[in-house]
């Protein structure tokens, strides 16, 4: 078998396990728009993992159910405070703007892909003129997009800032199990017990295919967020072959796995290249990426041996590691790294 590569966890496949409740899933047929046992199920499981009473809906991808949750938080004359880096910012297309009919991202200088409560403060006191839009809410990603995780204390520091200031706390988790597992924390003390209000849980890059769940930890704020999926072309009429994958990857804490086998091979894929001449590790990988500087010419020649990776977010080199990334794959990129740096294999 080919190696996997390290240039997306958005390269993977679907876990097993995943695969196969799809196909139970599709053995009997089911009422349509979410009204089965495998959406109720699936919404349990998730409040269940939360130890919370919350509202749950699922959109196939995480730029949809950011820009919904964002856009049932604000009004169109609002603004939401970012990260610099944040996906919903820089790789969204302007989605959130889009769905909240122009509700603005006002960006907070962020330092390795987290912003603070300072930051937050520093933004929402820029401009209280009625000739600005009006903050409303702000958005954190956990895991971040340069791979650092929030701890519980930070996130509720955040969440402090925010009640104090009369803003909604939304969570971008297209990586969420990634930082649950880096934290070894409760779920529930990254997300409604730290202030966060809305997650954007993602399922498609922990071994899903296409599905994210929009958890709203406070039901009230959730009021009519269906009727927004549905304008949105996000309420799914098979809805139970977007929540059977979540059976599957809560059940025996499949996502918890899965995340940490990803974190891991981010850690072994920084000390496997750590000691090759013109490779820089940025930092020591939090969650499932490596972030590197490379001497010039080193990229090139990885890409001609068929590696693929990008160098567009945060200006290094990211290898990212999927769930399924196996011992032999990023051995086999190493190797190939020291190869074209000019060391020996050895
Ligand atoms: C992958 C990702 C998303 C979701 O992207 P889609 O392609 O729209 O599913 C959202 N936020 C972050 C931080 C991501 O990395």
């Known amino acids: 078998m080919r190696p996997r590569q390290f240039a997306s966890d958005t390269y993977a496949g679907m876990h097993p396990a995943v695969l196969a409740a799809m196909v139970e899933a599709n053995s009997e047929h089911a009422a349509a728009y979410g009204d089965d046992a495998w959406t109720r199920r699936a919404a349990d499981r998730i409040r269940e993992v939360f130890a919370h009473d919350a509202e749950v809906f699922f959109c196939l991808t995480g730029t949809a159910a950011n820009a919904l949750a964002l856009a049932h938080l604000c009004q169109s004359y609002h603004s939401v405070l970012a990260a610099d880096c944040a996906h919903v910012e820089t790789d969204e297309c302007g989605a959130p703007e889009y769905a909240s009919n122009g509700a603005k991202l006002i960006l907070i200088p962020s330092v390795h892909g987290r912003i603070d409560p300072a930051g937050i403060r520093e933004a929402?006191?820029?401009?209280?003129?009625?000739?600005?839009?009006?903050?409303?809410?702000?958005?954190?990603?956990?895991?971040?997009?340069?791979?650092?995780?929030?701890?519980?204390?930070?996130?509720?520091?955040?969440?402090?800032?925010?009640?104090?200031?009369?803003?909604?706390?939304?969570?971008?988790?297209a990586r969420f199990a990634n930082a649950v597992a880096a934290s070894g924390c409760h779920p529930a003390d990254l997300t409604w017990r730290a202030g966060v209000d809305v997650l954007c849980f993602g399922g498609s890059?922990?071994?899903?295919?296409?599905?994210?769940?929009?958890?709203?930890?406070?039901?009230?704020?959730?009021?009519?967020?269906?009727?927004?999926?549905?304008?949105a072309g996000q309420l799914i009429s098979k809805m139970r072959f977007v929540a059977a994958p979540w059976v599957a990857l809560l059940d025996g804490e499949r996502w918890l796995d899965n995340g940490r086998n990803a974190n891991a091979s981010a850690r072994t894929l920084a000390a496997a290249v750590a000691g090759i001449p013109g490779v820089t590790v940025l930092r020591p990988p939090e969650a499932n990426a490596v972030f590197a500087d490379l001497a010039p010419g080193l990229a090139e020649a990885m890409h001609a041996r068929g590696w693929h990776f990008y160098n567009f977010i945060g200006g290094a080199h990211r290898w990212m590691c999927p769930w399924d990334t196996r011992p032999e794959d990023v051995a086999a990129f190493a190797a190939d790294l020291r190869a074209c740096a000019g060391g020996s294999a050895s």
């Open 205 to 231: 890059k922990n071994g899903a295919f296409a599905t994210e769940a929009v958890v709203f930890f406070d039901r009230r704020q959730a009021r009519e967020f269906e009727y927004r999926c549905k304008q």
């Open 124 to 173: 929402a006191a820029r401009r209280k003129d009625i000739h600005f839009p009006k903050p409303r809410a702000v958005t954190i990603s956990n895991t971040t997009e340069l791979a650092t995780v929030y701890t519980p204390d930070q996130v509720a520091a955040i969440g402090a800032a925010c009640r104090e200031l009369g803003l909604a706390l939304h969570c971008d988790g």
